[in-house]
């Protein structure tokens, strides 16, 4: 982020514009997350994607250059995980996705959620809530 304003800026290339927002993407505890982040280029380039801070990351998730998000993640919250796009001729957008990772918890109302980073319990119940 430059000039302290708080908004992600485009590097290299103008062609490429800065997303803020590039997703937001849900599973519960000890489930296999699955998601991509798609982005379009105007150039046609392929888009090589990394995480530009590997601590904001989900224990157990990770993001591959093509932009595939997997992993399973025993902890459950909110985390926003800036991410960089780059074309093989330099030009970069930042942004950020947001990864929610919810209890298993059967049967309960959401205000029993356990605070966000609680580790969930491995019960095996049945129902998934999602905020």
């Given at each position: ?24 993407f849900g599973v519960a ?70 990864i929610t990772v919810t ?29």
């Open positions: 982020m430059a000039g302290g304003s708080g908004r992600p800026v485009a590097k290299g290339s103008s062609s490429l514009s800065a997303h803020p927002l590039l997703g937001h505890v000890n489930r296999p997350l699955s998601g991509r982040i798609t982005l379009a280029n105007p150039t046609g380039e392929t888009l090589a994607f990394k995480v530009t801070n590997p601590a904001l990351l989900p224990a157990g998730i990770t993001l591959d250059a093509d932009g595939l998000l997997g992993g399973t993640s025993r902890v459950s919250g909110t985390w926003t995980v800036p991410v960089e796009a780059c074309t093989a001729s330099g030009g970069c957008t930042t942004g950020a996705v947001t209890c298993e918890c059967a049967a309960s109302p959401p205000s029993s959620l356990p605070p966000s980073g609680t580790p969930c319990s491995d019960s095996g119940a049945g129902d998934v809530l999602t905020a």
